[in-house]
């Protein structure tokens, strides 16, 4: 897996998480704001049609609505204040007063802003007892990016399938002569020229696939397609880039090359597509089972062995449940600066905090706590980030992510193996 599909499974991550926090979130009156901004609209712009909404708030009749709605918008134009432009494929904000989880009395101001991993597809602004989530939701849905290249010695078509579409990107002729040769060539230079006529083109087709595949799509996985021997004749050759080369997943047999074969493909690769996207997981997964089963395996699993291990930065890969739901509460004493640390079930979260913050310092004795909470799995990418590890997010649909809950939803794939284990 690259760096970059491992920071978007992070961030993908993050995102589906605050989707599902925002879900259940209701204001008391039509007061939360949602706001989706598409790629290259000024910030000017927005904040102008924001300040119009403002104006436009003024007509509402409840006192509190009221405040809270121009409060929001008064807070989302501040923030945007903050950029010269936004980001490639536009923004997103969900803002406004909400109960807070602590005590549902108080109301808090939240405000979330998203750099979208898609192009938002259209402006929208919302102000209602809800966030509207939907546009969100669709961008994050699990969409497999496969890339395919069907081949064989006439041409060579590039192509993406994202669910059940499939663009074909561009498709090269080969430039290969006819297999039958001329009168009057002799057979050793015939076959000569027809192997560097191939070598050159398979060179083509490989320098192609790096671009599509890789600067311009970033796919996950790559089929090879086509008739006859050429797909299985490339591929073996080691033409591919190394990254493609680990992305592909298997070969399929079509009539025909090009765009039409990249159709077929679809067609034909039905079952190889629909499990990619596990195949990843699993094979992550066989090679912690593989480790943890072994007598002196380098694996530990468990959030405590798996903490230890990651804090004395012996941590190839840390492989953590997506609905782990775990959180590191940290109270820190305002008299004396000692940090109490615990990990706890989300269920408990609030419970702990409260009676976190009543205990006596064991320091100072004093009993002036100030408590946060991280979700665990930010917490395992800030150290995965400073030790150099990889971090890999594990679902829970599949049988292998079921397997692993059994071993606490958190485990670690080590560098080395220490004396004590
Ligand atoms: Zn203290």
């Known amino acids: 897996m690259s760096l970059e599909t491992e920071k978007s499974s992070l961030e993908l991550y993050r995102i589906r998480r605050l989707l599902m926090e925002l879900q259940n979130v209701r204001g008391r009156g039509t007061e939360l704001v949602t706001l989706y901004v598409p790629p290259k609209r ?14 436009t708030a003024s007509n509402i009749k409840s006192d509190q609505t009221r405040s809270h709605v121009q409060g929001a918008l008064m807070h989302i134009m501040q923030k945007l204040k903050l950029y010269k432009q936004f980001p490639e494929n536009g923004f997103i904000v969900f803002c406004g007063y909400t109960p807070s989880p602590e005590n549902p009395a108080d109301e808090t101001l939240v405000y979330y802003e998203i750099n979208p991993p898609k ?12 966030f509207h989530l939907d546009i969100l939701e669709e961008m994050v849905k699990e969409e497999a990016l496969v890339g395919v290249i ?13 669910g059940d579409r499939v663009e074909v990107v561009e498709v090269i002729t080969s430039g290969v002569g006819s297999k039958h040769r001329q009168g009057g060539q002799s057979a050793r230079r015939f076959e000569r020229i027809r192997e560097n006529e191939i070598n050159d083109y398979f060179h083509r087709v490989a320098e192609h696939a790096k671009r599509i595949f ?18 299985e004749d490339f591929f073996k050759g080691g033409y591919l880039d190394y990254r493609l080369e680990k992305m592909t997943i298997g070969f399929v047999d079509t009539g025909y090359s090009g765009a039409e074969g990249i159709r077929e493909t679809l067609e034909r690769g039905g079952e190889l597509i629909e499990n990619l996207r596990l195949v990843e997981e699993r094979r992550l997964v066989e090679r912690f089972l593989q480790e943890a089963s072994k007598k002196d395996g380098l694996a530990v699993y468990g959030l405590e062995p798996s903490l230890k291990a990651i804090k004395a930065a012996n941590a190839d890969t840390i492989l953590v449940s997506e609905d782990i739901n775990t ?30 913050a009543q205990e006596a310092c064991p320091v100072c004795g004093k009993t002036n706590w ?3 909470h991280f979700d665990l799995v930010d917490y395992l990418a800030d150290l995965a980030s400073s030790i150099g590890a990889k971090l890999e997010i594990i679902s829970s649909k599949s049988e292998s992510g079921q397997m692993f809950k059994n071993f606490g939803g958190i485990g670690v794939i080590l560098r080395y193996r220490t004396q004590q284990g």
């Open 42 to 55: 000024p910030v000017y712009d927005v904040i102008n049609q924001l300040r119009d909404e403002y104006g």
């Open 119 to 130: 192009p938002v597809p259209t402006y929208l602004y919302r102000c209602d007892d809800h």
């Open 150 to 162: 069907s081949i064989d010695l006439s041409e060579a078509g590039f192509g993406i399938i994202m």
């Open 214 to 231: 890789i600067d311009q799509y970033s796919i996950k996985s790559l089929i090879i397609s086509g008739p006859g021997m050429a797909k």
């Open 327 to 356: 959180f590191r509460v940290e109270a820190t004493c305002r008299s004396c600066g000692y940090v109490n640390e615990k990990f706890v079930d989300g269920s408990k979260l609030y419970e702990v905090k409260a009676s976190m």
């Open 370 to 372: 100030d408590v946060k």
